[in-house]
């Protein structure tokens, strides 16, 4: 695999994993289009399975080993979606996972990643324990690292839905996602890109994790260092190789309050009767919030996910 994917890339891990993975459906709402003038299409990736676009890049990465890597398992640190996603793609591929977790993930996900097979190791909650004990994890099993995001198999991999999301409701005028590391916007920057050459691919991010927002603006990447949002998904720092896709790739990022976030996760609860969480609403929130402008445009969103604490939900 080319450090830098492309379209070719993500054609084939489509072909790859499309026995494994859910072709989510596409959904509308005539009342969120209301609101925002705009002719919205959701790529309901919430209904993935283990509630992710995670298991698409995940699955891609897993079945791309050779024989030899994959007898010997797959390992990351992960607290989230990612974890759960390997950790079924591997079982689906009848190999070890070897996952690293914060001690203070949420029992939620620790629980989804032992029921798919997942080997657990925990660490304290610090970027250098995860990344120490993953070490000597990998030194122990000689498996493979699957980066969450910075990983060309997963790049490909997550492209995939916007591929299915264009073949299925035809041409765009813009294709928005959210961003924390980056994997789901470069596959979508790729596959747009070529699929659509006009077609505008913006970002959302929370104003307290603004460091895409900031890269972007800059040039220069800049870390994600103490995020604060309800959007636990967008915490962490865009991958290097993730970060040259967006630069060379896509057109805007911008960012949302905490508050539009609640307000556009709940809009979605209620007008269209499905669980998302708070990532899933950035791009939505950012429309909302008037960020960005759909008036009159076709617009495609990926719902990146569904998965949260449903006894901690942020509005009652």
């Known amino acids: 695999m ?13 072909d790859l994993i499309r026995t494994h993975v859910h072709r989510t459906p596409v959904m509308t709402s005539r009342s969120i289009n209301a609101i925002t003038g705009g002719n919205l299409f959701f790529k309901c990736e919430n209904l993935q399975r283990v509630g992710a676009f995670k298991f698409r890049g995940a699955c891609n990465a897993v079945f791309s080993l050779t024989g030899d890597e994959a007898a010997k398992g797959v390992a990351t640190h992960s607290s989230g979606n990612h974890a759960a996603a390997l950790a079924l793609a591997a079982r689906i591929r009848e190999i070890p996972a070897f996952i690293v977790m914060p001690v203070t993930s949420p029992a939620i996900k620790k629980t989804a990643v032992a ?40 790049i490909a991999g997550q492209g995939t839905a916007v591929k299915e999301l264009i073949e299925e409701a035809g041409d765009f005028d813009m294709l928005i ?31 307290g994790a603004d460091d895409a927002f900031r890269s972007f603006s800059t040039g220069i990447w800049v870390p994600s260092e103490n995020p604060k949002t309800i959007a636990d998904g967008l915490l962490t720092s865009l991958g290097r190789r993730n970060f ?3 630069m060379d790739k896509v057109d805007d990022i ?5 508050e539009m976030i609640i307000g556009a996760m709940r809009m979605i609860w209620e007008r269209m009767k499905i669980i998302i969480e708070p990532s899933s609403a950035v791009p939505l929130a950012a429309i909302l919030e008037g960020k960005i402008d759909v008036s009159g445009r076709k617009t495609g969103i990926i719902l990146s996910g569904g998965n949260l604490d449903l006894g901690k939900l942020p509005f009652s």
């Open 2 to 14: 080319k450090f830098i994917p492309d379209f070719e890339d993500v054609a084939f891990a489509h």
């Open 115 to 154: 029921g798919y097979g997942g080997q657990i190791t925990y660490c304290e909650p610090t970027l250098q324990a995860r990344e120490s004990t993953l070490e000597m994890v990998v030194r122990e099993t000689g498996a493979t690292v699957v980066h969450p995001y910075d990983n060309s198999f997963v």
């Open 177 to 207: 996602t959210p961003v924390g590391g980056g994997g789901l916007l470069s596959g979508t920057a790729i596959a747009a890109k070529y699929l659509l050459p006009g077609c505008r691919v913006v970002a959302a991010e929370p104003a």
């Open 244 to 246: 040259r896709i967006i």
């Open 254 to 258: 911008v960012t949302v309050s905490e």
